[in-house]
């Protein structure tokens, strides 16, 4: 596979390109989904893509390769069209190789794994003895290998090898609680833990009667915060805040959360997100999205960094940067503490369909699933159903009044796009609304 | 062809290896896309997806596997892959799919010009020029990004039972985010619009004139719209809202494989059980069908990715809960017969039960005469923030382009309409129901794990509400 890089990179060179980078892919990922508290089907991948960014006088050309019989005419193919396409004046390059890169870590005996049936059942089990009737998910084992060249000497080789559940569990269909179970080692990997939280949570939301419109202080679990957060991440790329999609435009420096909030970004750490280098071959390195409350930088590549006058931050994608895993830093608050402070709330425990009225002010809702509690002096005192969340996203986070001091790595279908390190929330005065009948 | 030969070998292969059903699908596909980010052309993608998928049902088991490698020996590997996983589920209650005919077929979406035939200098100008017009109407835009990306799919599907069916669909999107500011406010927009066939889809669509429309309507709202309206009152929706709200609230919760808990860790499920048949759900005025049948609409197509015939289904029918969406899976738990809904993004993943072209279908009001009526109201032509929750009963629309009526006229705009209303509260209010169809409103329907983002037509007429609460 190294030998198709740096075909593919020499190549590009040859037919008078300026800057050519080449990603092969190998993916080995496995997949079951159940639902019904059984198997209904099994997945599994051979294949290796070659994901191709090459630039020709300032003209910038992507593409995905799969077809390694015709890659010469692939590869002329991409020239003619860079050559008949349009400046960019805003290309201001790729990094500058060679690298150096962290230690490979994998976990062989995640690589080696050929079965995922039995993580399934007991995630199962783990919701049916805590009352579930009925669980449905997904058992990922994700195995990649990246081969990547670049024409500025970048030589660079990763396994991503991790492991990954996500499991629904429903007492009835209003009546659910969700799950995750991720790793990159073996022994991290718990899914009937993740199985009893998402049964406990669909036990407890037995029930539920239609929620009040009102504006409530609001405990966030990790799932939810995770969504949050997400958001947070998503916003910051650069190609966002110019494509006008983002409420951090001319934001650097000012502020955008409580003072309580931190939340980074990376793709070195240990998470199922880790990488040893971005697109352009940068090794990924942790960086503040929001320090302290204060925003302190957009999410770049090389270009993107010319640009506003910075320096890459190593999430460089194929054309956008992105992030690779958010951290947000744990506060001192016990779990138990942060429900003891909400005195006349909500416990909201999932969210999904996060949408924008306006990208450039944040106003957005989302629409919490799973179970949502009602509490009073810290007590859970009642189940809700079909509320929505309305709100501002830049006030969402300035109303945060506490964190908890346990982060849960999430990561989720959509809603929580990157793995996410996210704690129990406090948040204050968050407004509520819900449909007319 | 080479590549066909391994479609029937994978399927041949996999009934000898004891596969109850084996079915294979060749898919190429030739994707461009072009992304002008405030005058810029910032990246040009153009990508070849190739591969065979193979799903099996051995032992009561589902196995699907799949594979770029064109060789004979990679196709063989995913066989046997997709056999030994479905063998491994060791399921209680096994799957089985509803009976098919076989079905032999070629088919082609036809291109009046072939997108093939286009150049990239000249895909680049269309948008270029619309950007250009859009700066000389002098406002301050903020932000522009508009995508135009096209595909050439190709496929040749076998199945165990002797179906046989290869096709091409091209299709095209335009889409487009602008931000216009005025006096310190900001007025967003999003809209995209999506066709089958080929470059002819340009002034069909008339992206140019419809973006600045667009534009303008933004720069009025910011000049001289009022803050909308709050309380019970009259509610005229254009093509946009009626098609979102059809996708949303009528397409999804009528899919079967949600009803029956599939997708329900992912996409959710539905407040409507295999029992709901014949319930209402709508007024007598409403009857919403998914039809990929319709030409030219981004979603057609003649055969399914099961190799069944395509049809117009009635979700809604009368206002009352018709017919699900169903594939050979469901229909078999469902006890009746597939209707074709099952489709995939790629070669690489399963087919999954799908809506494609889903709208209300169309009387004879004309958008005036649904005015003229109104006293009191609020005509919303189009919205920007959206959402629905997972069991598809609380939908959400906030306005983009929405106007205030009085006495049956179109008066100020109004800004941020929000509609928050119930499944059957949303349905049950409609009392007319336009002419105007527009079915290529386009989006991507998101499904599954790993998601596949489907294109789907979002259009329909418009059509009017009674006494509805808006805020």
């Keep these: 596979m190294e030998d198709y890089a740096e075909r593919i990179v020499d190549k590009a060179l040859d037919l008078g390109c300026q800057d050519a980078v080449a990603d092969v892919t190998v993916n080995r990922s496995y997949q079951i989904r159940f639902a019904q508290n059984e198997v209904v089907i099994s997945n599994r991948w051979r294949e290796t893509t070659a994901s191709v960014f090459l630039v020709h006088n300032k003209r910038v050309v992507a593409s995905d390769i799969k077809d390694f019989t015709k890659l010469d005419a692939a590869m002329e193919n991409l020239v003619k069209i860079a050559k008949s396409s349009k400046e960019n004046p805003d290309y201001g390059g790729i990094a500058e190789g060679p690298f150096k890169y962290d230690r490979l870590v994998v976990d062989k005996r995640i690589v080696d794994l050929m079965h995922g049936s039995d993580y399934v059942q007991a995630a199962v089990n783990g919701a049916l003895a805590e009352g579930a009737k009925e669980c449905a998910g997904s058992f990922w084992k994700y195995d990649e290998e990246h081969y990547l060249r670049t024409s500025n000497g970048v030589r660079g080789y990763d396994h991503r090898a991790n492991l990954y559940l996500s499991i629904r569990a429903l007492v ?181 369909y996060t949408r924008y009225q306006s990208y450039m002010t944040g106003d957005f809702s989302t629409i919490p699933r799973d179970g949502i509690f009602r509490i009073k002096k810290g007590e859970i005192v009642g189940v809700w159903k079909d509320i929505r969340l309305t709100d501002n996203l830049i006030k969402v986070w300035k109303s945060i009044a506490g964190l908890s001091k346990t982060v849960d790595q999430v990561t989720w279908w959509g809603e929580v796009s990157v793995p996410t390190f996210a704690p129990y929330a406090l948040a204050r005065k968050i407004r509520i609304t819900r449909s007319a009948e | 062809m080479a590549d066909f030969d391994l479609v029937d070998f994978a399927v041949e292969r996999a009934r000898q290896h004891g596969a109850e059903y084996a079915e294979a699908r060749y898919e190429h596909q030739l994707n461009e896309e072009f992304i002008l980010k405030n005058g810029v052309l910032d990246a040009l993608y153009v990508g070849e997806d190739s591969g065979i998928g193979v799903r099996v049902l051995a032992k009561g088991g589902l196995g699907f596997a799949a594979t770029n490698f064109l060789t004979k020996s990679d196709v063989r590997a995913i066989v046997d892959d997709a056999i030994k996983i479905a063998k491994a589920a060791h399921r209680k209650n096994p799957i089985v799919f509803a009976a098919e005919e076989p079905v032999v077929a070629d088919w082609a979406v036809p291109q009046t010009r072939k997108l093939s035939d286009v150049s990239v200098e000249e895909k680049t100008e269309e948008i270029l020029h619309i950007d250009r017009e859009l700066l000389d109407l002098k406002y301050k835009v903020a932000a522009r990004f508009f995508m135009q990306s096209n595909k050439q799919i190709d496929k040749y599907f076998v199945n165990s039972e002797g179906s046989r069916i290869k096709s091409f669909s091209p299709r095209i999107r335009l889409s487009y985010f602008l931000t216009i500011v005025h006096d310190g406010s900001a007025e967003q927009t999003h809209q995209s619009y999506g066709w089958s066939g080929g470059w002819e889809a340009v002034r069909e669509v008339d992206m140019f004139r419809r973006t600045l429309d667009e534009a303008k309507s933004m720069q009025n ?191 100020a705009p109004v800004r941020n309409t929000v509609v928050e209303l119930t499944t059957p509260a949303f349905w049950g209010a409609v009392d007319a129901v336009g002419k105007d169809l527009e079915l290529f409103h386009a989006g991507f329907c998101g499904k599954s794990d790993p998601g596949q983002a489907l294109d789907a037509s979002l259009g329909g007429p418009s059509m009017r509400l009674r006494n509805v609460y808006l805020r």
């Design chain 1, 172 to 352: 009835s269909l209003e009546s659910s609680g969700h799950g995750i179970a991720c790793g990159t080692k073996l022994s991290q990997f718990d899914p009937e833990k993740a199985g009893r939280k998402a049964g406990r949570i669909a036990s407890l939301a037995k029930n539920p009667v239609g929620g009040e419109a009102g504006t409530y202080d609001v405990v966030f679990d990790p799932l939810i915060f995770g969504s949050m957060i997400d958001q947070v991440g998503g916003r910051a790329s650069a190609f966002i805040v110019l494509a006008g999609l983002s409420p951090y435009a001319k934001k650097i420096g000012k502020r955008v959360a409580a003072g309580t909030v931190t939340v980074e970004d990376d793709g070195s750490a240990e998470s199922i997100g880790r990488l040893r280098f971005d697109a352009e071959g940068v090794p990924t390195r942790r960086k503040k999205i929001i320090d302290k409350g204060v925003l302190k930088t957009y999410l770049h590549n090389t270009s993107t960094a010319r640009k506003f006058k910075a320096k890459t931050t190593a999430n460089a994608g194929l054309i956008a940067p992105q992030p690779h895993a958010l951290f947000c830093k744990p506060g001192n608050w016990t779990r138990d503490e942060i429900f003891e402070e909400c005195r006349d709330g909500l416990w909201l425990t999932n969210t999904w």
């Design chain 2, 221 to 411: 709202a910011l000049e001289h719209g009022k803050k909308s309206p709050e309380g019970k009152m009259d509610l005229v929706v254009g093509p946009m809202v009626s098609g979102i709200a059809s996708h949303e609230s009528c397409g999804h919760p009528t899919e079967a494989d949600r009803v029956l808990g599939r997708e329900a860790s992912q996409a959710g499920k539905s407040f409507i059980t295999p029992q709901s048949i014949g319930q209402r759900v709508g007024s007598p005025e409403v009857n919403v069908v998914d039809d990929p049948t319709v030409e030219h609409a981004i979603a057609f197509y003649v055969t399914d990715d099961e190799g069944v015939k395509a049809r117009r289904r009635y979700l809604y029918k009368d206002g009352i809960i018709n017919e699900f969406l169903q594939n050979r899976e469901t229909a078999a738990v469902l006890g009746t017969r597939s209707n074709g809904a099952a489709r995939a993004t790629t070669y690489n993943v399963e087919a999954i039960v799908r809506m494609a072209n889903t709208f209300v279908e169309p009387k004879d009001w004309g958008v005036e005469e649904m005015i003229q009526d109104v006293k009191y109201g609020v005509y919303m032509k189009s919205f920007m923030e959206w959402n629905i929750d997972d069991k598809r009963y609380n939908g959400k629309y906030v306005g983009r382009e929405a106007y205030l009526i009085e006495n049956g006229e179109v008066k």
